[in-house]
């Protein structure tokens, strides 16, 4: 081989690293909640016993749990490795009930979290949703025999990137309570 050769082989390696890199980060879907959602949500549902937040990221969720006033018990995890909570997590293979759950999930996935999160609560259950989610056969077929017992839309757009770039569509809190049959309430966020 070349020098030349070698040398492209290298850039060529990085180049692929980078790429690899920048698809892991989209696969989990990176996107810190912003502590002004994580109060909204607290000034209007209280909790009871432990949280879990299972897509921690960097702790924007739990340190907001855990910080006065609130001071909620929380255990945290991530199936990436944001050094914050449990690393490499797949929340899918938690099995046991959990009084709480509390997380902003990857959107790509979002019927299979919905499901997966209500077989392990015995209470509540807050995801941080696209506003659409209330549309669409699929989520329909979860909210017809598990309606969420809260919606709370926020008025405004969140930012979620800590480089302030904002997510180009509406968001809501989607709040379940364990064995709620009734009409969703919505509520507004400004």
Not at 54 to 68: E, H, N
Not at 82 to 103: Q, R
Request: aromatic share 10%.
């Amino acid at each position: 081989m070349t020098p030349r050769e070698k040398r492209y082989r290298e850039e060529l390696s990085a180049e692929r690293r980078n790429q690899n890199e920048q698809e892991d980060e989209d696969l989990l879907q990176f996107f810190p909640t912003p502590v002004k959602a994580v109060k909204a949500l607290l000034s209007r549902v209280p909790f009871d016993g432990l949280i879990l937040e299972p897509a921690c990221g960097k702790g924007s969720i739990s340190s907001v749990l855990k910080a006065p006033p609130y001071n909620y018990e929380v255990q945290s995890s991530d199936l990436g490795n944001h050094d914050y909570g449990e690393k490499e997590i797949d929340f899918f293979t938690l099995k046991e009930p959990v009084p709480n759950i509390i997380t902003n999930p990857p959107y790509g996935e979002i019927p299979r979290w919905i499901r997966h999160c209500l077989r392990l609560i015995t209470k509540k259950v807050a995801l941080l949703l696209p506003l659409d989610n209330l549309a669409g056969v699929t989520r329909y077929s979860i909210y017809k025999t598990s309606p969420p017992k809260l919606v709370l839309v926020f008025v405004r757009h969140l930012s979620f990137k800590e480089t302030g770039e904002t997510l180009k569509r509406e968001c809501a809190w989607f709040v379940w309570e364990k064995g709620y049959k009734g009409k969703p309430q919505v509520e507004w966020i400004e």
